[in-house]
């Protein structure tokens, strides 16, 4: 069924609240399930989270609902996508909505804040532009090993903001990059760019960082993802495209 159609209550609700507000409607609030969005290729909740006088619309995605992956071990994509808002929030870019993992009506799983995007957005034209928005989740896809940036996985907001979901299929210990933001595939990481990694290195080195990734992710996957930072600060540049790996998700949208 479609979410719009069914249930109309939308992340406006939540309007003003910071994000430890957020994250606690998220993780204690009553979850209740108004429909499914099928055009996901996993199980994906479109709900309604309660807590006293707070509410707002949320995403669920319940590790049963998960399926099989090749080249991704079992049940462990909704501790992924956790895992990416905790970068999110490390890089202070937030990139990632408010998402938790938590207990919910069909079991486990992540749980995010329902994000209303703006319509007036075309998505062709956000994905070729060189917004600086952009270019700060190309270098935090390149961070977490991004396997699925998908031009559908950009959330550009009203008010110029603009979100990244869907991180499922990230941290692998393989390089497996797969973006449509390559605008800037081999220039120079920006300033601010560089400061971001090097406070990520050392957060992932000794700080809370590694601490909750360690929680979430193997210790391979968390020792490969300061690999990463620590390869885009020795080289100062954005990647290039694998030569062994597909360089844009299918579809790209």
């Not at 990632?96 to 034209?125: A, H, I, K, N, S």
């Not at 979100?163 to 920006?190: I, N």
């Not at 390869?231 to 495209?241: I, K, N, S, V, Y």
């Amino acid at each position: 069924m479609s979410a719009e159609s069914e249930f109309t209550l939308s992340a406006a609700s939540a309007a003003g609240l910071d994000d430890e507000t957020a994250l606690r409607l998220l993780r204690d609030g009553h979850l209740e399930v108004a429909g499914r969005l099928v055009e996901a290729s996993n199980m994906t909740l479109y709900c309604s989270v309660r807590l006293g006088g707070l509410s707002a619309a949320c995403v669920y995605k319940p590790v049963r609902g998960e399926r099989p992956l090749w080249d991704f071990p079992d049940g462990t994509l909704a501790s992924r996508e956790v895992a990416a808002f905790e970068v999110s929030v490390a890089t202070g870019w937030r990139i990632v909505p408010p998402t938790v993992y938590r207990d919910g009506p069909f079991g486990p799983g992540m749980c995010q804040l329902w994000v209303d995007t703006d319509p007036e957005v075309d998505l062709m034209v956000l994905i070729r532009s060189r917004q600086p928005a952009l270019r700060r989740m190309a270098v935090f896809d390149a961070v977490v090993n991004n396997a699925d940036r998908k031009g559908g996985h950009l959330l550009p907001l009203a008010d110029g903001h603009i979100y990244g979901v869907d991180h499922g299929v990230s941290f692998s210990t393989e390089d497996k990059l797969r973006t449509v933001l390559w605008q800037w595939r081999g220039k120079p990481l920006s300033r601010e760019a560089v400061n971001v990694l090097a406070r990520l290195e050392r957060d992932l080195e000794q700080g809370r960082l590694g601490r909750r990734l360690r929680e979430l992710l193997t210790l391979a996957e968390v020792e490969a993802t300061w690999s990463r930072v620590r390869r885009l600060l020795d080289t100062g540049l954005h990647p290039l495209p694998s030569q062994d790996w597909p360089a844009i998700p299918w579809p790209p949208i």
